[in-house]
């Protein structure tokens, strides 16, 4: 007699199907690829061989792109915390009636088509944009700044389309608070920025390490800002593995990019996880 499929089971079956199909097999697929041989005239051979790691970790120019990918997500993803956990807050704390008002404008951004906000911010950003005639014409600058085409105006960019990500993820967890915990640490004498450090700070952990992690996470493959914004001069991960895909047609060595821009972003956001959560009591984190 056939023993009773739990009925969780046949809940999670769909999403696990799709998973595997559309995740799991293209992510094996790209695996055996990256393993794969090229020849002189670029056709690759089924093999199993490290020729395309070697010639990654051998390179100069690709570990200065995968060092730069790197650094933009961690400057993108901090700032995007600074800047979303003010706005978060102050959300959190706005009358009922204005919150829904408040998210809907924060949240603009996504409802946005990304190559016009890119778009925009190549009218913003260049040489003879709005930012630089601005500075210029108040005095704060003599010549104009070089921010489109640079690694500046890239993480510019990519924090405008980050930012909702990390707001939203902190004022679930700043609005779902027990206020309760706050107003018994004032009465015992805590001033508002004591209340705010060691009672709010802390209860909001998981949210920082969410939301942080999100953004990192989405940033390190991004591809269209990058693309339009830094141009040929702002080689990043993801673009580079698109150009060796669709313009070099070197497939394997395009998989052992984005096997290697996998590995590098489980392994920040695992010790970045690790160092916030800390370690309890028999090493359970």
Known sequence: ????????????????????????????????????????????????????????????????????????????????????????????????????????????????????????????????????????GIGLIQEPLELLYTPAGVIIALVHVMLPYMVLVLYSVLEGMDRNLESAAANL???????????????????????????FSITLSFFVTPSLIGGAKVKLMATEIYNQTINLLNWPYASAMGVILLLTMLGVTSLYRRMLSGRKPGGVV
Not at 60 to 75: D, N
Not at 106 to 118: Q, Y
Request: charged residues 10%; glycine residues 8%; positive net charge.
């Open 1 to 136: 007699m056939l023993k009773r499929i739990p009925p969780y089971w046949i809940l999670l079956a769909p999403g696990l199907i799709i998973f595997l199909l559309v995740f799991v097999l293209p992510l094996a697929r790209l695996l055996m690829l990256s393993f794969y041989q090229t020849d002189s005239s670029g056709a690759m051979e089924a093999a199993f061989v490290w020729q395309q790691y070697g010639r990654f970790f051998t390179d100069p120019f690709y570990l200065q792109m995968l060092w730069r990918s790197v650094y933009i997500g961690v400057a993108v993803s901090f700032i995007c915390l600074i800047l979303g956990y003010c706005l978060a807050y102050g959300v959190s704390r706005a009358q009922p009636k204005h919150r829904f008002l408040l998210l809907i404008l924060i949240a603009l951004p996504l409802l946005t088509s990304a190559v016009i906000r890119n778009f925009g911010w190549i009218i913003i950003l260049g040489r003879k944009g709005i930012l630089n005639q601005f500075l210029l």
């Open 189 to 215: 004498g805590a001033s508002k920025t004591k209340v705010f450090w060691f009672v709010t700070l802390p209860l909001s952990k998981q949210g920082i390490i969410a939301g942080t992690l999100l953004v």
